[in-house]
């Protein structure tokens, strides 16, 4: 008595389930790979809350007037000395650069009443400051960074 042999192999209907299955899987990796827009934001702002507590923190330190200056396109930090304002420039994290998907809405809360267009936050030699809301915004996306005045810098 012979045995049967079994066909080895993959049927063309296993073949296109493994197909659409791996397709599926590739999908959604692409699709999580993609930043949304609304994170882009997130993390700029996280980013510029980190750099305005080391900017504060270089205020204290240096014992002089450190300001953030900021237009819809880019930012920098600038440093008050004997002669007047000037750009901090041999410091890398505190260097100018532009805003990642500028350009963007930019609102400080309370508002200094003057040209919305270019915004200046002023950090003291004292380590209490005024505290203040700064509203990143891009389309429909806004994030805030909120300073309580004495060195925390939170995003929401």
Do not use: C
Request: aromatic share 6%.
């Amino acid at each position: 008595m012979r045995a049967q042999r079994t066909p080895r192999g993959f049927t063309l209907v296993e073949l296109l389930v493994v197909m659409v299955i791996i397709g599926i899987t590739l999908g959604l990796a692409s699709l999580n790979a993609i930043p949304s827009p609304r994170q882009n934001l997130q993390e700029e702002a996280q980013r510029l809350a980190l750099l305005l507590q080391l900017a504060r923190d270089e205020a204290i330190v240096r014992n002089r007037l450190v300001a953030f200056e900021a237009n819809p396109e880019r930012y920098r930090f600038i440093v008050r000395g004997d002669t007047g304002w000037a750009p901090i420039t041999r410091d890398d994290l505190l260097r100018e650069r532009p805003f990642k998907g500028a350009p963007l809405r930019l609102v400080l809360e309370p508002n200094p009443g003057v040209d919305p267009n270019q915004l200046r936050i002023t950090f003291g030699l004292e380590p209490v400051d005024k505290p203040f809301v700064l509203t990143l915004a891009s389309g429909e996306n806004a994030v805030a960074i909120r300073a309580d005045g004495v060195g925390h810098f939170t995003v929401e």
